[in-house]
């Protein structure tokens, strides 16, 4: 089974973060065990987006061969685990990328679903976490520039033994000018597995510092974020909102739990 997955795309701003925040939290509310990792250590946001706020322990002091990884794990919704980078330019020159490798079998061991936010670009932080996965997916918006660099992320990976499973089309709308599924579906030569079209809900959510899947169940980003995770995890589609919100307990659990294991 795949189990650990690196979000990837090449263009920068595509909804690799977002696709990450959501996809881990979709999967957490369907009762997966689910680790999301920030490996994007240069521009961390993940941890910021999902409102972590005190992170004293994150990836960069566990690549620098500083702590364990298990201490820079914290709990995000539904017991969704989160790995953050660390916001320091000094703890980002410190962090060896290489040592990813290692810290993967400890994280697989950990949580039955594993998602990777991948840098931009091609830089070697951005190369490694597409080799150290099980499957790339490939975040790609309907225009060109965004195609061809996912194509370039696509023969990267192949080129040092990864394997890209397939590609998330974030972002469409009804405008003319947006490429088609199946014209992405053709250049890519990989499935497309599902759409998320362009919400204002996910930046609202965003500055909520809540994932779109919790502040807005019932939007058409949350419905896709749903369905790529029952996907993933071999779950039929549920489309009732209302079988995933979060409790008044949850939500205390989780104030008080300001650090998981
Ligand atoms: N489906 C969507 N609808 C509306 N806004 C979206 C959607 N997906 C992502 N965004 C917004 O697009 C912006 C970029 O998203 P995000 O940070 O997830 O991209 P990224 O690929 O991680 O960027 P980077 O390459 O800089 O790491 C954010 O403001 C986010 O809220
Ligand atoms: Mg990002």
Redesign the pocket.
Same mark, same amino acid.
């Given at each position: 089974m795949i189990r650990a997955y690196t979000i990837a795309?090449g263009k920068?701003?595509?909804?690799?973060?977002?696709v990450t925040a959501n996809l881990g939290t979709a999967l957490a509310q369907y009762g997966r065990e689910t680790c999301i990792v920030d490996t &994007?250590m240069g521009?961390a946001?993940l941890g910021l987006i999902l409102g972590l706020e005190e992170t004293p322990v994150t990836l960069h002091e566990v690549l620098a061969g500083k702590a364990q990884i298990r201490d820079a794990m914290y709990e995000g919704p539904y017991g969704l685990k989160i790995v953050p980078s660390g916001l320091s330019l000094q703890g980002f020159q410190s962090a060896d990328p290489e040592r990813l490798k290692d810290v993967m079998r400890d994280l697989t061991d950990r949580c039955d679903f594993l998602l990777l &936010?991948a840098?931009?670009g091609i830089d070697t932080d951005a190369v490694i976490p597409l080799s150290v996965a099980d499957e790339v997916l490939l975040?790609v918006n309907p225009e060109i520039s965004s195609l061809i660099d996912a194509l370039k992320i696509k023969i990267l990976t192949e080129m040092i033994g990864g394997r890209v499973g397939g590609a998330v089309l974030?972002?469409t709308t009804l405008d003319s000018a947006d490429m088609s599924k199946r014209q992405i579906e053709k250049v890519l030569g990989v499935r497309i597995i599902d759409t998320?079209?362009?919400?204002?809900n996910?930046?609202r959510a965003?500055a909520a510092r809540t994932p779109v899947v919790v502040k807005y169940p019932g939007s058409e980003?949350s419905k896709a974020f749903r369905r790529i995770a029952a996907e993933i995890a071999g779950l039929p589609i549920e489309e009732e909102p209302e079988a995933v919100q979060e409790g008044f307990i949850e939500r205390l659990a989780r104030t008080l739990f300001r650090r998981g294991s």
């Open positions: 795309s920068g701003g595509t909804g690799k973060t977002t &994007d521009m946001n &936010d840098p931009a975040i974030n972002r998320i079209p362009e919400d204002a996910v930046r965003s980003s």
